[in-house]
Every structure is written in structure tokens, then in C-alpha cells.
């Protein structure tokens, strides 16, 4: 079973505009980490927020983490079409070293 | 330094054939993990090793086994290999000390497709 669930499944917008991204998780994790898979790229790496942290800046990246949530979001600002691509929320839980994915949100950014 | 490399890229297979995958991770980085993503149940954790040891286990079959070796390079082997394997299979290196999980960078994938 999946730990996250992103939110929305899809997203389309215009570039220039922000995308918001939410991901909900199911046990208490360690740390909790975004990336991002295009077909040119593959999947990479954007930011990991630590559970005793509460917001993340990368670039134009902006993670936000509520424990007591037991959610996170993703915001891109000013998106490219570039950003187009599937986000995906990942957790550790625990002493475990398994990376627990959420199934993505597709994000389509328009010219 | 170079990524994560994973041959091959494309595999195609029949039904109880086998198959094996290797992976040859970051320059440095001791620990190995393989994952299999698929349209309908994305990304799931197959597996770890660490110095040629296997750290953690995902809930898949027998079937599904893997290895380390000493400088790192890891290999993963699917046996009877049936319909429902097909997939992408990624693999994500790691430094894999200490005691927290740390960032994980992922090769390319082998496409997997059983006929």
C-alpha cells in the first residue's frame, strides 16, 4: 500500500503561474522528500524536509511539512514549461530504511 | 561525478524466462536500492543493499531477488518471470551511512516488458 497521496492526481497550468501540490501520509516518518520524473530526466532528487522542520526553500521551490497533519506541499512558483512533468512525495517512517512513495501528481505547464 | 547507470534500458521477455538487471551506482555511495514503478501501483521498494548485504526487504515474491557486490555494483534477477512484472525498474544509490536515510539518485530504469 501507498504511504502518500498526492493531490491533486493532475494539475494544468500556465506558465508563469504557481503550482501547488499537497501529499498526505499514514505513519509518523523521519523525513519526507519530493521528486520529480520527466522522460528526459528521469527521476530526480528536488528537496527533503526534515520531521522537525516546517518549511524548505529550493530555488523556486517551496515545501511546507505539518506533523500533525501528517501532510506536505509542494510550490513551484513562476512555472516553466520545463516543470512539466509527474511529483512525487516519498517518506521513511521509523528506523526503516524503505522509501514509501505516493502515485504523483501529473503536472502539465502550458506555453 | 557520473549518475547512476543501469543497464539494459529495454528488455523483452516471455512469460517463465528470467531476467537479470544490474546497476552500478554514484562513485563513492555503498548502498543500492532497486524499485519497481508501474502505472497502477507506482513506485514500490523492492529492495536494499548495503556492503553487499541486504538491509530491507519490500513485500514482493521469492522470485524477486537481488545482490551486491564488492565495489558496489548491485544486480537484481526475476525468475518465471510473469505478465504482471512488466515494468520499470529503478535503481537509487545512495551513501547509506549513518543512521537516518539520506537522498537516494536514481538511474534511468530498465523498461521491462513480458510477453
Known amino acids: 500500500s501507498q504511504q502518500g497521496e498526492e493531490d491533486p492526481q493532475a494539475l494544468s497550468i500556465q506558465e508563469g503561474e504557481n503550482a501547488t501540490m499537497n501529499c498526505s501520509y499514514k505513519?509518523?516518518?523521519?523525513?519526507l522528500q519530493w521528486y520529480r520524473q520527466n522522460s528526459g530526466r528521469g527521476l530526480v532528487h528536488l528537496i527533503l524536509?526534515?520531521?522537525n522542520e516546517r518549511e524548505k526553500h529550493s530555488g523556486r521551490l517551496r515545501v511546507t511539512l505539518d506533523t500533525s497533519k501528517k501532510s506536505s506541499s509542494l510550490l513551484i512558483t513562476a512555472s516553466r514549461a520545463a516543470d512539466t512533468a509527474s511529483y512525487f512525495c516519498?517518506?521513511?517512517?521509523?528506523?526503516?530504511?524503505?522509501?514509501?512513495w505516493g502515485l504523483g501528481t501529473s503536472l502539465a505547464v502550458n506555453p | 561525478k557520473a549518475g547512476v547507470t543501469q543497464t539494459p534500458r529495454y528488455l523483452i521477455k516471455t512469460r517463465g524466462q528470467q531476467v537479470t538487471l544490474s546497476c552500478s551506482p554514484i562513485?563513492?555511495?555503498?548502498?543500492v536500492s532497486w524499485y519497481q514503478q508501474t502505472p497502477g501501483q507506482g513506485l514500490q521498494f523492492l529492495f536494499e543493499y548495503f556492503s553487499e548485504t541486504q538491509r530491507n526487504k519490500g513485500n514482493f515474491p521469492g522470485r524477486f531477488s537481488g545482490r551486491q557486490f564488492s565495489n558496489s555494483r548491485s544486480e537484481m534477477n526475476v525468475s518465471t518471470l510473469e505478465l504482471g512484472d512488466s515494468a520499470l525498474y529503478l535503481c537509487?544509490?545512495?551513501?547509506?551511512?549513518?543512521?537516518?536515510?539520506?537522498?537516494?539518485?536514481f538511474g534511468p530504469g530498465t523498461r521491462l516488458t513480458v510477453l
Open positions: 524536509i526534515r520531521s
Open positions: 562513485s563513492g555511495h555503498r548502498s
Open positions: 537509487a544509490s545512495s551513501l547509506g551511512a549513518g543512521g537516518l536515510p539520506d537522498t537516494q539518485y
Open positions: 505513519t509518523s516518518i523521519n523525513n
Open positions: 516519498a517518506t521513511y517512517a521509523g528506523n526503516n530504511r524503505k522509501l514509501i
